[in-house]
């Protein structure tokens, strides 16, 4: 975390509040027309599954959610049909080439 300069422990970014995170993911849902009520913890799952269909490593993931164990990472990570899709024919294509 960044502190300010003048005050070592006032943070240059503060933190918001898990209300007003909640306020903006509600916001955010209700701009978008989503009628279920959405949580903080949708949006953590939606983070931690995006991040490792766009293929970010899940250590990253951890760090970036601020787990300090992986398997807390696990639970909010998701790998999706497509991703395993996507994985086996890299996978197929890696095989490929080695036997060319």
Request: charged share 20%.
């Amino acid at each position: 975390m960044l502190y300010n300069t003048t005050d070592n422990t006032a943070p240059i970014f503060p933190l918001p509040s898990r209300d007003q995170i909640w306020f903006e993911v509600h916001e955010i849902g209700f701009s978008l027309g989503i009628k279920e009520n959405l949580s903080y913890h949708m949006s953590r799952h939606s983070f931690g599954t995006l991040m490792l269909s766009a293929g970010i490593p899940i250590e990253s993931i951890s760090k970036m959610m601020g787990h300090t164990n992986i398997s807390s990472t696990q639970i909010y990570s998701k790998v999706t049909d497509d991703k395993i899709s996507e994985d086996m024919d890299k996978l197929m294509e890696r095989r490929k080439a080695i036997n060319n």
